[in-house]
């Protein structure tokens, strides 16, 4: 696995595993969140400058919570006594802070709490599989041509993911994004629009080469079947779809801090969750076919097997999809997108030409992601990630380092366009890490449901060897590659986990 070239959410030519049910825990919404509002933040009233404020209790404790509402100008605090109640009455000490703080503390322990006791962190009952061994599966050709794929992709895949760090580093960290953005005249939502727009728009530019080098890569190993404009239009259907998205959260987040200066981080954590929810619930139907086309799998003996498969296995699955993937890669994949009434079961067209068996093994991988409703629990995990993501934003964006730092003081002022989705854009990559630390046990927890439903072991091992051969996939991760980008276990780990079911259910080991 290599950093981040395929456009993160939406990935067409994802060259690694399968994008299951990763697609849609990661496809919603990142962290959003609002700041505090317009320009003149601060509770308080009675006008007491910076000065006034004691040394060194600043930005945190905000107002006290039970009456944390808008800043009201002049309103409340005008008589109160400095330090009678705790509450601010200093300066520009910003309101809602508290309440905020504790609703982030809340969410992050109610998230981690379900992670912790919902995550399969054993997925296989009894001795735990034997260490991963590259060399017992796989000739050294076989592992240096890998490794060498990787190393190709390394450079282009790393420098896309500096650049963007480099531009959220820019927004978030100097006024410049400001300065710039306020070159825009125009009404503010208008002014947001463009802001975002220019930020995204310099993103895409200034990866579009690195892109090409990625690309070219991916066609020196044969992975790539696209032509050059086919790529191009991938590339800026994606682009279309993330700026979109970002566009929307950010919108909502100025809109918000304008209306409710002190606790627009409330309807900005519901906002949030909602709308990874809808993303994740509509994703197969308006995004997934902007990039491919569907057929429903042609009557035939697979396509009764697998049917049957699934009812034995009692997921009810009326039609499996194939995507027309070969339109731009080699690579073989399938993946469950979607819930509820939008759920499905997606084999590449490339699969098809495996062994009618191992497709099977595939697909009764993916039947244990619809078993366990994986996309839908992610979802909610992640919803639960972006409306906790919604407090934090709150309180970065009124945190007062980081408000002289950029020369915007309010997340409701247009010019903080830029630094939104600079802070979006950390939070997003920083959370990959803990949600691949979640996905890999799920994803073995689907592999030993595909052991179970099948009993074949031998066949399970044929399809993860012939998987790993024709994507190149990385069989010896390095540790920083594996903590950020691998989503599931890699290949030596998952033969070496159909050896351990192998030895418990007393079937030979592949
Ligand atoms: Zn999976």
Redesign the pocket.
Known sequence: MTPGEPAPGVRPGEHG??P??ADARRGGAPPAGPAPAAANEGPTSSGAGDASRPAGRAEDEGPAVASGDEPAQGGTGTGSPPGSTGAAVGGRRMPGRRAAGVALVALGAALAAVVALTTPWRPLPGPAPGPPDPARDFTAAQIARAGAFDAALSMPGYLSLAVTLAIAGVLVLTPLGGRILGRIHGPWWLRTLLGVLAVTGTGLLLKWPLGMWYETRLREYGLSTQGWPAWSGDRLKSFAVQTALMAIMVLAVVWLARHRPARWWIPAAAGAFVLTVAVSFVYPLLVEPLFNDFRTLPPGPLRDDLIAMATRDGVPVSDVLVADASRRTTALNA??SGFGATRRIVVYDTLLRAPAKEVELVVA??L??AERG?VLYGTLVGALGAAAGACALFLVTTWRPLRRRTGVDSPGDPRAAGLLVGLMTVATIASGPAQNLVSRP??AR??VHALDLTGDPATFAAMQRRLALTNLSDLEPDPFEYVMYAS?PSTPERLALARAWARAHGRPGP
């Open positions: 595993g399968e299951p049910i993946y469950v991988h993916e244990g992601h994986d799920i994803e689907a592999d599931h």
